[in-house]
């Protein structure tokens, strides 16, 4: 299976504090699934999990944002990205963006998209999909998050952050963080980033300045603020991680699926994303326990929540998945 091709990793091993806690495996429910404008044959994935991999006909969907009323999807092989109408999965546009589109953001009224391979952001006007500007970046951006003022972007090769300012797009400037930053989360008036291949998280400052760094599982991928926690998922730790938000208090490790990746919180409970296993789990926030289990298409790396309903782009479908969230 072409999954297993996004397995190579090089990172070193960081024991999480806590001890994990197994999770039983329950009935899986399928997903309702929407076909997304097919790619080209035989492209070259830079998949999350640090390798290549390739996969005819896909356009490989790796993102997606909710803006109130539409879901959007970053596919990446189609440097683009497609509109889908929230109440009924009515795909309505597909919009030319950067190059290798993979991490997507609606915050201040646009959708913000970061472009693997053309080092920039650009910023999208929701209602018509026309770019309202491209700003440059790191090398690599393939995270993004927004602090109410700010739009941050993880560049997973230059190994730092960039801070943009969302009204105009300034740039407020780069800071160090560790090996191939990839997720991103807003929590406690910081911002937090999976360090991928140096197995630990990054609490940041507004200002930018290091507040700590925590140890977690092994190839942290996805964050997701919770109340006052923050959740990251271990892609090769087949776990999922909670720091206590005001100290980086490593709460407990729980189990959950293979290839851990994208992670959301949809105001009650917790969704996982697993590459490897293609589904999503739904986690309770408070121990850990596993909810419930929901097949998706092949290979998703993310996730969103909007619209009451669970959104998860599948990369190796050409798709993405729903359901709805309780």
Known sequence: MILLKWRVFSGALLLAI?????????AQTPMTEIPLPSGGAGIESLGGGGGTSTEAGTAGPEAAAFDGTYVWVATQFNNSITRVRASDGVVSGTF???????????????????????????KVNPATGAIAATYNVGDGPGGLAFDGTNIW????????????????????????????PLGLAFAANSIWVANNKSNSVTRLSTAGAVLG??????GPFGVAAQDQNVWVTNYFGKTVTKLRASDGLNLGTFDVGDGAA????????????NNGDSNVMKVSPADGTLIAT???????????????KIWVPNFGSNSVSTTAAN
């Open 262 to 273: 994208g992670i959301a919180f949809d105001g009650t409970n917790l969704w996982v994303v």
């Open 18 to 26: 806590a001890v994990t806690t197994p999770n039983v495996i329950k």
């Open 294 to 308: 929901y097949i998706t298409g092949k290979g998703p790396f993310s996730i969103a929540f909007g619209g009451s």
């Open 96 to 122: 030319v963006v950067g190059k290798r589109p993979v991490a997507l953001l609606y915050a201040a009224s646009y959708l913000w998209v970061a472009n693997l391979l053309s080092n920039n952001v650009t």
């Open 213 to 218: 760094t925590y140890p977690v599982g092994k």
């Open 153 to 180: 972007v993880a560049n997973r090769h230059s190994n730092n952050v960039t801070k943009l300012k969302a009204n105009n797009g300034s740039n407020l400037g780069t800071f160090a963080v560790g090996t191939r």
